[in-house]
């Protein structure tokens, strides 16, 4: 083989070459690409879990100060309840004694009889 024949044969394994290198560097930089958008993708979903956990917390805090007035408002609406019994108790016990000395007053007085 003479020098010529070997120069050939380097020139002609480079041109073929060049395809497959061409063809290994799209495949490589197409590999790439979808590493960059899965990664970018990745981002995205972290950052929206990250928006849910906080809109989450702030849910639950808002929950938790929703029982929080709930609770305050039965306790208060049980407060005004007993309050209203015992000032309507002592009112009825106020009534019924004046009505007592009425009747009795009247019974002294006049000829009312008693419903006692």
């Avoid at 005004?80 to 019974?107: G, I, M």
């Amino acid at each position: 083989m003479n020098s010529a024949e070997v120069q050939s044969q380097i020139l002609a394994f480079i041109v073929y070459s060049i395809p497959l290198i061409v063809a290994l560097w799209k495949i490589f930089s197409w590999l790439e690409s979808i590493q960059d958008s899965l990664e970018q993708q990745i981002r995205e979903v972290d950052r929206r879990l990250l928006e849910s956990e906080h809109r989450a917390t702030l849910k639950s805090s808002q929950i938790e100060a929703l029982n929080d007035k709930v609770a305050l408002a039965v306790n208060g609406v049980k407060e005004l309840v007993n309050h209203l019994r015992t000032r309507t108790k002592n009112d009825d016990e106020h009534l019924h004694q004046r009505l007592a000395q009425v009747e009795r007053y009247l019974s002294k007085t006049t000829d009312f009889q008693s419903r006692d």
